[in-house]
């Protein structure tokens, strides 16, 4: 996981920071933009997927809300 950027964020009256995150991981399996990645207590939105060069592993833009 490597974090891009991250903003003030005000969603449903509810004052936070959006977190932009990249994440790197075997491609076993097939997600698309309406899955969730869970890390324990964070819950990460997919923004987009792509494959690397060598198609073993994909590379996923994803959103972390923080309150």
């Known amino acids: 996981m490597t ?3 991250a903003r003030h964020d005000i969603a449903a009256d509810a004052d936070g920071a959006a977190v932009r995150t990249r994440i ?3 491609n076993r399996f097939v997600l698309t933009l309406q899955h969730r990645l869970a890390d324990d207590p964070r819950i990460y ?3 987009a997927i792509r494959e690397r060069d060598d198609r073993r592993f ?7 809300r923080i309150e």
Do not use: F, G, N, P
């Not at 994909?58 to 972390?64: F, N, P, R, S, V």
């Open 24 to 26: 790197v991981m075997r």
């Open 3 to 5: 974090q891009l950027s």
């Open 58 to 64: 994909i590379e996923i833009d994803a959103e972390l």
């Open 45 to 47: 939105r997919i923004l």
